[in-house]
């Protein structure tokens, strides 16, 4: 469902904007796949700045209504990291049946592998 809409999103915007990917040259698809990482890194760093993490200087949880202005922030931070991702696959010449597939397999593995506290 979302994988499909972020396909045809970026359709879209590859219409309106007459952006191409195919028509790019090799070392102009790496590049623009760099500076899509780049944001997407920004994107993450925001999104972390999001998260209660110095004892010293306490803030509200994202998980609580005190943190309502956190959690905002952070839901839009995390729509940004996957339009990033959502581009830079569209550059890379990845479909969103592969990203689909990717992941289910991902989850199936990781479902096989111990949880973070050694059960399994």
């Given at each position: 469902m979302l994988i499909d809409k972020l396909g045809r999103y970026r359709a879209e915007r590859n219409r309106r904007e007459g952006f191409n990917a195919n028509a790019l040259s090799t070392a102009e698809a790496d590049r623009l796949m760099s500076e899509l990482l780049s944001h997407t890194m920004e994107?993450?760093?925001?999104?972390?700045?999001?998260?209660?993490?110095?004892?010293?200087?306490?803030?509200?949880?994202?998980?609580?209504?005190?943190?309502a202005e956190y959690r905002a922030h952070a839901l839009e931070e995390l729509a940004d990291v996957l339009l990033m991702l959502n581009a830079f696959t569209d550059v890379a010449g990845i479909t969103m049946q592969e990203v689909q597939d990717a992941v289910l397999a991902k989850m199936q593995k990781n479902l096989s592998r111990p949880d973070h506290l050694g059960n399994k």
């Open positions: 994107e993450l760093l925001e999104l972390r700045l999001c998260v209660n993490r110095k004892a010293w200087k306490p803030m509200p949880s994202l998980r609580t209504p005190e943190g």
